[in-house]
């Protein structure tokens, strides 16, 4: 199974695939997609959505898995994600691949055990799990592999 993970924003999408294979998990690539700050928000969201669409074509995951909005402090942050959210969802409706999101505590625990996980362990375990000889940068697509690895644990842990 080929999963599409997302870590979403306007700004910095992050994007991760990751193969299950037999018992092991074995990440393909990874990368940001990344968006002006000098253009209107139509413009980068506009660019999200292609962007999106055309990895998905590219690579053919089996699932998209997004992570939900997590609500903060800031509700101008909030929207903006909430707006890539949307993005992330219509683009893999159109393709008709099947989509999960995850709460960032979800992820946080299948990626470390701890749902109080910082960046750097995170990134520490996506390194660990996916076998990888660095940190995956930048910090939005490490997010992303982890999110990808949280879709295919949770497969497995519900029998899938």
Same mark, same amino acid.
């Given at each position: 199974?080929?999963?599409?993970?997302?870590?979403?924003?306007? =700004?910095?999408?992050?994007?991760?695939?990751? #193969?299950?294979? !037999?018992?092991? /998990?074995? *990440?393909? @690539?990874?990368?940001? +997609?990344?968006?002006?700050?000098?253009?209107?928000?139509?413009?980068?969201?506009?660019?999200?959505?292609?962007?999106?669409?055309?990895?998905?074509?590219?690579?053919?995951?089996?699932?998209?898995?997004?992570?939900?909005?997590?609500?903060?402090?800031? =509700?101008?942050?909030?929207?903006?994600?909430? #707006?890539?959210? !949307?993005?992330? /969802?219509? *683009?893999? @409706?159109?393709?008709? +691949?099947?989509?999960?999101?995850?709460?960032?505590?979800?992820?946080?625990?299948?990626?470390?055990?701890?749902?109080?996980?910082?960046?750097?362990?995170?990134?520490?375990?996506?390194?660990?799990?996916?076998?990888?000889?660095?940190?995956?940068?930048?910090?939005?697509?490490?997010?992303?592999?982890?999110?990808?690895?949280?879709?295919?644990?949770?497969?497995?842990?519900?029998?899938?």
């Amino acid at each position: 199974m080929l999963t599409l993970g997302i870590d979403p924003g306007t =700004a910095t999408m992050g994007w991760g695939l990751v #193969e299950e294979n !037999g018992s092991g /998990l074995r *990440a393909l @690539c990874h990368g940001c +997609i990344k968006t002006s700050p000098k253009k209107h928000s139509s413009e980068r969201l506009s660019k999200l959505f292609r962007e999106l669409k055309a990895l998905i074509r590219k690579h053919e995951p089996d699932h998209v898995a997004v992570e939900k909005l997590f609500f903060g402090k800031n =509700a101008k942050t909030a929207i903006s994600v909430g #707006e890539a959210r !949307g993005v992330v /969802l219509l *683009a893999a @409706c159109e393709e008709g +691949i099947p989509i999960t999101e995850y709460t960032p505590l979800q992820v946080k625990m299948a990626a470390t055990g701890y749902g109080k996980a910082d960046k750097h362990q995170i990134q520490q375990m996506v390194k660990a799990l996916l076998k990888l000889d660095g940190v995956p940068r930048p910090d939005d697509a490490a997010d992303a592999l982890a999110v990808a690895i949280c879709h295919l644990n949770s497969r497995r842990m519900n029998g899938a």
